[in-house]
């Protein structure tokens, strides 16, 4: 078996490039021009990212992931993104992050990356994307313009990012403040009423989690259901179910034809019931109902 090299943690500042449109670009192009045209804008991002200090760690497809030592480094090539993407006639996604990861075999790894990875992904065409921690690590401030925090999936806190906005002739949108972002979701948001054979709950802006483990909101000990057996989590003023279980989630709304979800989410609409054991739909104990009522 070939060696392996032992991980190594160190603190290195992370950049996820996407390069914008390629599936229209493969169609109206052809896949070798498309295909070249993506390999300029990327072999140009390699060089100047060398010529500051960082390198390219991947390229999967028309991504590419870069790390620096220093976040000065990624904001030198940041700056040069808006030539390069101009001289290439392509558009960029870029998210920007600074922490802990685990470097391995040319390779890096942990949460920083993943964070990092849902930072490109918050990233409109053209927009470049700081997270607060990488900001803190640089020796000098750039003009930026903070952004309301964002939720992603699978991290538990808000993301604080701010948009470079070095530009003082481009028109950027007026953002609210945080505190009247928050009362606008409170005002608007949707309560959702859930009642089982064991009691009622009444959620807005938290979700649960219903399934066999007592870790479990709301325990339901039946073989049959799974451990964790789904979630429901509020997504702006409606409600999502995100089956995670093995034999699958019996779901009849009021108004609609009932559907059997397994490893799938759906946005729930009005009322109706979810039935944890499709093959029992009348078990009263694996049966959860639910109401959405909207704000006033």
């Given at each position: ?16 490039v ?33 010529r500051?200090?960082?390198r ?5 497809g028309?991504?590419?992931m ?11 090539l ?5 030539l390069?993407?101009q ?8 998210g ?5 990861v ?16 849902r ?26 313009r ?20 070095e ?22 948001a949707a ?11 009444e ?20 073989p049959h259901i799974?451990?964790?057996h789904l979630?429901?989590?509020p ?5 999502l ?7 699958g ?20 609409l009005h ?8 093959a029992?739909?009348d ?8 109401r959405?009522q909207?704000?006033?």
């Amino acid at each position: 078996m070939p060696a392996t090299s032992s991980p190594d943690k160190t603190n290195l500042t992370l950049m996820f490039v996407d390069v914008c449109g390629s599936t229209s670009l493969y169609e109206s192009l052809g896949d070798a021009p498309a295909q070249q045209k993506i390999n300029g804008l990327l072999n140009g991002l390699r060089t100047t990212a060398l010529r500051h200090g960082g390198r390219v760690v991947k390229e999967i497809g028309d991504e590419s992931m870069l790390v620096f030592d220093r976040s000065d480094d990624a904001l030198a090539l940041a700056r040069e993104l808006p030539l390069l993407q101009q001289q290439h006639q392509l558009q960029c996604k870029t998210g920007i992050h600074a922490g802990q990861v685990i470097a391995q075999d040319n390779d890096v790894f942990g949460d920083a990356v993943n964070t990092a990875a849902r930072i490109v992904g918050l990233a409109a065409p053209g927009q470049i994307l700081f997270s607060q921690q990488a900001l803190e690590t640089l020796a000098y401030r750039p003009q930026t313009r903070a952004l309301p925090p964002m939720s992603v999936r699978g991290k538990q806190q808000a993301l604080q990012l701010a948009e470079l906005v070095e530009d003082q002739q481009a028109d950027y949108t007026q953002v609210l403040d945080a505190g009247e972002l928050a009362s606008l979701r409170e005002n608007h948001a949707a309560t959702l009423k859930l009642t089982w054979a064991e009691g009622n709950l009444e959620l807005k802006g938290s979700g649960i989690s219903i399934g066999r483990e007592n870790d479990n909101n709301l325990v339901v000990p039946l073989p049959h259901i799974s451990r964790v057996h789904l979630r429901i989590e509020p997504q702006g003023n409606h409600w999502l179910i995100h089956d995670q279980s093995t034999n699958g989630t019996l779901l009849r709304e009021q108004g609609a034809a009932p559907l059997l979800l397994r490893r799938e989410q759906h946005r729930l609409l009005h009322a109706g019931t979810l039935h944890l054991i499709p093959a029992e739909p009348d078990n009263p104990a694996a049966t959860v109902h639910y109401r959405i009522q909207l704000p006033d």
